[in-house]
């Protein structure tokens, strides 16, 4: 059985160097709309026997891309959402607003809509249902943070693969089991 996976393809969207929380809640709402490059080379050589692809329109255009049959596109592939940690109208770093959001997800603040142990179930049922599908060949497509965890679950299940901290944009990583 080989599983691809593929990080969304970069997205084209610009950000300020500063923002308020409002500000940064708009631009994360902006950004999972936007459009993405899509001038990457086509690498994969396997014939994939079915694509799941988070719903998100960045990770489906990359999916089109890339696979040429019926897409499925599931929620349980999407990105770990980011909110503000705090209400301010004060202007802060966009990098201090990521970093932030990140932090607190991994420690479960009640500013961020998911859990981390909710996250890393989501993504461990997930990949149990692709596990017990049978299919052979499964292309993945989603989201950088998202991969670390589907990563981590396909090594815990006893998949061997390239392994990476960050995913890069439009790069096929291939586990095999």
Same mark, same amino acid.
């Given at each position: 059985?080989?599983?691809?996976?593929?990080?969304?393809?970069?997205?084209?969207?610009?950000?300020?160097?500063?923002?308020?929380?409002?500000?940064?809640?708009?631009?994360?709402?902006?950004?999972?709309?936007?459009?993405?490059?899509?001038?990457?080379?086509? =690498?994969?050589? %396997?014939?994939?026997?079915?694509?799941?692809?988070?719903? #998100? /329109?960045? $990770? @489906?255009? !990359?999916?089109?891309?890339?696979?040429?049959?019926?897409?499925?596109?599931?929620?349980?592939?999407? =990105?770990?959402? %980011?909110?503000?940690?705090?209400?301010?109208?004060?202007? #802060? /770093?966009? $990098? @201090?607003? !990521?970093?932030?959001?990140?932090?607190?997800?991994?420690?479960?603040?009640?500013?961020?809509?998911?859990?981390?142990?909710?996250?890393?179930?989501?993504?461990?049922?997930?990949?149990?249902?692709?596990?017990?599908?049978?299919?052979?060949?499964?292309?993945?497509?989603?989201?950088?943070?998202?991969?670390?965890?589907?990563?981590?679950?396909?090594?815990?299940?006893?998949?061997?693969?390239?392994?990476?901290?960050?995913?890069?944009?439009?790069?096929?990583?291939?586990?095999?089991?």
């Amino acid at each position: 059985m080989k599983i691809g996976l593929v990080r969304h393809f970069e997205v084209i969207h610009s950000y300020s160097k500063f923002m308020t929380s409002k500000g940064f809640e708009e631009w994360v709402n902006i950004y999972d709309t936007a459009p993405v490059r899509q001038d990457y080379p086509d =690498e994969s050589q %396997i014939k994939w026997e079915r694509c799941l692809s988070s719903d #998100l /329109p960045r $990770a @489906l255009s !990359t999916a089109r891309h890339i696979y040429k049959g019926e897409i499925i596109g599931t929620k349980e592939l999407r =990105e770990v959402h %980011i909110s503000p940690v705090f209400k301010t109208n004060i202007k #802060l /770093p966009f $990098a @201090l607003w !990521t970093v932030l959001g990140r932090m607190e997800w991994l420690c479960s603040h009640g500013s961020q809509n998911e859990k981390k142990a909710e996250t890393e179930e989501r993504i461990r049922n997930f990949i149990s249902y692709v596990i017990s599908s049978q299919e052979n060949n499964t292309l993945l497509v989603t989201h950088g943070f998202s991969m670390k965890y589907t990563q981590e679950d396909l090594l815990k299940q006893g998949f061997k693969g390239e392994k990476f901290i960050k995913a890069q944009n439009g790069k096929m990583y291939i586990f095999k089991k």
